[in-house]
C-alpha cells in the first residue's frame, strides 16, 4: 500500500522512513512538509495540493505535532484517506472523538498510534501481570528534553504537553499492562517561570500507583515501571523493552527500534480489515492532571 508522511521532522527521519522501508506492506510514496522532504520521494509542501494530485494514495501517516495535527487529519478523512496519528494523537480528546466520527462515518481507518505499546517486553509484561493482584506500581520517566526535543519550541507552548509529550508513553504502557483501570487523584507540575507546559510532574493514581516524570535528567535516561504484586514484583525497562521479574531478565530486547515496524504492521492490519483503533486512556491521564495538578514554578528553562 502506499503512504504518504506529513510533518518530515525529527520522528519521521528517525523512525516512520526507516520503519516503512523495511516494511513488506508499505511504499513511501509522498511526503508534504514545508521544508523537509526525504530523497528519491516525491515530496509535497501543500497538503491539499497532495490530496487532490494524489487519489492512488490511500493513507497519510500525520508526525506533526499534536496542535498542528487535527487540521490534517480532519482534511485527509474528508479526502476519503486512512489515517495514522502519531502519539499523542490531539491536543485535546475532544477533537479525536471528532476525528473518529468522520472515520466512522466514512468507513476509513484511523489509528491512534501508541509507540511504546509496541516495544518489545509490553505484551509479555501484560501477560505476566494478567492472573496477579498489583499491590502498588511506580513509574520513573526521567530524560533529557535537549537530546529527544532538539530546539523544539512547541513542546513547551499550549498543547505541546511539556513533560507529558514523553511521560504519556510510560502511562500508554501502564493502561495497557495493568488488569484493573486507575484514575488520577492528586499531582505536582512543574512549570518553567518563561514556559507554559510543565517541565516535571508528580502524580499519584488510585491502585497505589504513581508517576515521577522529569525532562531535565542529563546522563544516563530511566524509562522504568516498578510493579509489586502478590506474587513477585515486575521491572519494565528501556520504556518497555526489557522485562524483570524479580531481579530476573525475562524477556525483550535492549532496543527501541522494533516499535514503528510494529506500528505500521498493525496500520496495514487495521486497513486491510477496515477497522480503527483509538484508545484515548492515556492522554485521560494527561488531560486529568493538567486538570486537577498544583501549579509550581521553578527555574527558567531555555534550550
Ligand atoms: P518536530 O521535528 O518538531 O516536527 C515534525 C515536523 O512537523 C516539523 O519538522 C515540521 O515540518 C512539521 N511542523 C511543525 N510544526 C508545524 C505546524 N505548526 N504546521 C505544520 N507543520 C508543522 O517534532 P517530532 O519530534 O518529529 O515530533 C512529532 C510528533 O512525534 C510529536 O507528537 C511527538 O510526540 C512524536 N514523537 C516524537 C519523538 C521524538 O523523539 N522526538 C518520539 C516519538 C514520538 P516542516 O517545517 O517541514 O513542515
Known amino acids: 500500500m502506499k503512504v504518504a508522511l506529513v510533518g518530515i521532522g525529527k520522528i519521521a527521519l528517525d523512525q516512520h522512513v526507516p520503519a516503512i522501508a523495511a516494511s513488506p506492506d508499505w511504499e513511501l510514496a509522498a511526503t508534504v512538509s514545508r521544508k523537509g522532504s526525504v530523497p528519491g520521494v516525491p515530496a509535497f509542501t501543500d497538503f491539499a495540493a497532495f490530496l487532490a494530485e494524489r487519489p492512488d494514495v490511500q493513507v497519510v501517516s500525520l508526525c506533526l505535532p499534536p496542535v498542528p495535527r487535527f487540521d490534517y487529519a480532519e482534511a485527509a478523512l474528508l479526502a476519503g484517506r486512512h489515517v495514522m496519528l502519531e502519539k499523542p494523537p490531539g491536543a485535546t480528546l475532544a477533537e479525536v472523538h471528532e476525528l473518529e466520527r468522520l472515520a466512522r462515518d466514512r468507513g476509513l481507518t484511523l489509528y491512534a498510534t501508541w509507540h511504546s505499546r509496541m516495544a518489545h517486553a509490553v505484551a509479555p509484561a501484560k501477560a505476566w501481570l494478567a492472573d496477579k493482584a498489583v499491590h502498588e506500581a511506580h513509574i520513573t520517566w526521567r530524560e533529557d528534553v535537549r537530546k529527544w526535543h532538539p530546539g523544539q519550541e512547541w513542546v513547551f507552548e499550549p498543547g505541546g504537553m511539556g513533560v507529558f509529550d514523553p511521560g504519556i508513553n510510560a502511562l500508554s504502557i501502564l493502561t495497557e499492562i495493568l488488569p484493573q483501570p486507575i484514575h488520577l487523584t492528586k499531582a505536582r507540575l512543574e512549570f518553567p517561570a518563561n514556559r507554559q507546559t510543565p517541565i516535571a510532574a508528580q502524580l499519584a ?15 544516563p535516561q530511566t524509562w522504568d515501571i516498578i510493579v509489586q504484586t502478590d506474587r513477585g514484583e515486575l521491572a519494565l525497562r528501556m520504556g518497555g523493552n526489557v522485562l524483570e521479574i524479580d531481579g ?31 484508545d484515548l486512556a492515556p492522554m485521560v491521564h494527561v488531560a486529568d492532571a493538567l486538570t486537577l495538578g498544583e501549579r509550581v514554578t521553578t527555574a527558567a528553562f531555555e534550550f
Do not use: C, H
Not at 249 to 277: D, F, H, T
Open 248 to 278: 530476573k531478565p525475562m524477556a525483550g530486547e535492549n532496543s527501541i527500534m522494533g516499535e514503528y515496524p510494529a506500528l505500521y504492521a498493525r496500520m496495514a492490519e487495521l486497513v486491510r480489515k477496515g477497522e480503527s483503533e483509538v
Open 205 to 219: 493514581f488510585t491502585g497505589n500507583v504513581t508517576a515521577d516524570f522529569d525532562w531535565r535528567q542529563e546522563g
